[in-house]
């Protein structure tokens, strides 16, 4: 938040002050509507290394659920997914990968991104359609490993209380997510798969991954040039 004001003549130390409080305020909230959200600290690391971004300018809408489109984006803004490197002998279209987008939509070359660097979407996505918690940590997940190459785990899988609601080929990537500790359970053990996902919960996923990444760089490649290795989590 760029905070401007017209200064009435002060004295130089009050004018001082003014500036740095002011600084101190941007720096730390760039969005106003995080007061009563309990990532706000993580919302606003990730938005000061430019890994999310509010709807409009100091509005983060953290109750907002979100859209398959706009989680798409979180993940390829997060993981810095591009197609820099690519040559395409005509100019791809979001249509080229899914039917169902709108190659004028703000996310066309969002979803153009995530089907080259193969994100594991449907054919029939539908970019309008609001994405549940499931289906966020999947995708999440499955960029995540594929983007940083991370090793095999030793799993042992956690007892889910709502396990019976949470689609089938869904359930690794789940059980992955809450060993990263990129989720957690909720006391009594239930995850609430079906749930929509809001953008505040979509962050702080984000802000756990990256920071499990962190933690865990890739394997270093051995001498015939493959990586290898396998890691257990406690």
Same mark, same amino acid.
């Given at each position: 938040?760029?905070?401007?004001?017209?200064?009435?003549?002060?004295?130089?130390? $009050?004018?001082?002050?003014?500036?740095? $409080?002011?600084?101190?305020?941007?720096?730390?909230?760039?969005?106003?509507?995080?007061?009563?959200? /309990?990532?706000?600290?993580?919302?606003?690391?990730?938005?000061?290394?430019?890994?999310?971004?509010?709807?409009?300018?100091? @509005?983060?809408?953290?109750?907002? *659920?979100?859209?398959?489109?706009?989680?798409?984006?979180?993940?390829?803004?997060?993981?810095?997914?591009?197609?820099?490197?690519?040559?395409?002998?005509?100019?791809?279209?979001?249509?080229?990968?899914?039917?169902?987008?709108?190659?004028?939509?703000?996310?066309?070359?969002?979803?153009? @991104?995530?089907?080259?660097?193969?994100?594991?979407?449907? $054919?029939?996505?539908?970019?309008?359609?609001?994405?549940?918690?499931?289906?966020?940590?999947?995708?999440?997940?499955? $960029?995540?490993?594929?983007?940083?190459?991370?090793?095999?785990?030793?799993?042992?899988?956690?007892?889910?209380?709502?396990?019976?609601?949470?689609? @089938?080929?869904?359930?690794?990537?789940?059980?992955?997510?809450?060993?990263?500790?990129?989720?957690?359970?909720?006391?009594?053990? /239930?995850?609430?798969?079906?749930?929509?996902?809001?953008?505040?919960? *979509?962050?702080?996923?984000?802000?756990?991954?990256?920071?499990?990444?962190?933690?865990?760089?890739?394997?270093?490649?051995?001498? *015939?040039?493959?990586?290898?290795?396998?890691?257990?989590?406690?």
């Amino acid at each position: 938040m760029n905070l401007k004001s017209k200064l009435v003549p002060f004295s130089t130390a $009050a004018i001082l002050t003014i500036a740095l $409080a002011g600084n101190s305020f941007a720096a730390t909230t760039p969005f106003r509507d995080l007061s009563n959200v /309990n990532a706000q600290e993580k919302i606003i690391a990730l938005q000061e290394n430019g890994y999310v971004k509010g709807i409009s300018d100091g @509005v983060f809408a953290p109750d907002h *659920t979100i859209t398959a489109a706009e989680g798409i984006q979180f993940i390829v803004n997060a993981l810095k997914l591009n197609i820099d490197s690519v040559r395409f002998l005509k100019e791809p279209k979001a249509t080229d990968y899914y039917p169902n987008a709108n190659n004028d939509a703000w996310y066309a070359n969002t979803l153009i @991104v995530a089907a080259v660097n193969g994100l594991d979407l449907p $054919a029939d996505l539908d970019p309008s359609q609001e994405w549940t918690r499931e289906e966020f940590t999947y995708h999440l997940i499955q $960029a995540l490993e594929q983007k940083e190459n991370l090793p095999m785990i030793n799993l042992v899988p956690v007892e889910i209380a709502d396990q019976d609601q949470i689609t @089938v080929d869904y359930q690794g990537a789940i059980q992955r997510a809450l060993a990263y500790h990129v989720v957690e359970l909720d006391a009594g053990g /239930n995850f609430y798969p079906k749930d929509k996902i809001s953008r505040a919960e *979509t962050a702080e996923q984000i802000y756990q991954a990256l920071e499990y990444v962190k933690a865990h760089p890739a394997p270093a490649p051995d001498s *015939t040039g493959t990586e290898t290795g396998e890691t257990s989590l406690e």
